[in-house]
């Protein structure tokens, strides 16, 4: 049997505590015990169209990839990086990647069915606005 750690965490505007934030709280799972660990949606970055482009980054090389890496490596676990913005050729993508314990990419998915979002006061994201959508392998 595999131990699974399902991490949720506050996000900031600041992508670097975020991912310091992640690498704390993937740390803390694996040194409980978990082998596979999976980060939030948009784990790296506040969730908004005006932050999307901000933040978006290259899969792979992006500093959101490279940390991921070495947080599978240093962990030896699999690691399931929630999503993150992605730019491409110009389109920007909410993409999933995962990493095995050697920190090697084993998948990479950007998110089939964006749905629509409108909280009065809080957050209005409607899935044609910025991110495009595109299933691969």
């Known amino acids: 049997m595999i131990r699974f750690a399902g991490i949720q965490m506050l996000v900031v505007k600041d992508k670097i505590k975020n991912l310091q934030k992640a690498s704390d709280l ?5 040194s409980a015990g978990a082998k596979l660990i999976s980060l939030p949606e948009c784990f790296n970055s506040p969730y908004g169209n005006e932050f999307f482009s901000e933040y978006a980054e290259k899969v ?6 490279e940390q991921l ?6 962990n030896k676990i699999y690691l399931v990086g929630g999503s993150i913005p992605e730019e491409c050729d ?6 999933s990647i995962v990493f ?5 990419l084993i998948a ?3 998110k089939v069915h964006l749905f629509d979002i409108d909280i009065p ?3 209005k994201v409607f899935k044609n606005q910025r991110l495009f959508l595109l299933v691969t392998r």
Request: aromatic content about 6%.
């Open 90 to 95: 110009g389109k920007l993508y909410n993409t």
């Open 69 to 74: 890496k070495k947080m599978a490596t240093e």
């Open 121 to 123: 006061g809080k957050i």
């Open 100 to 104: 095995n314990p050697a920190g090697e």
């Open 108 to 110: 990479k998915h950007r």
């Open 60 to 65: 792979p090389g992006g500093p959101t990839f």
């Open 26 to 30: 993937v740390h803390t799972a694996a």
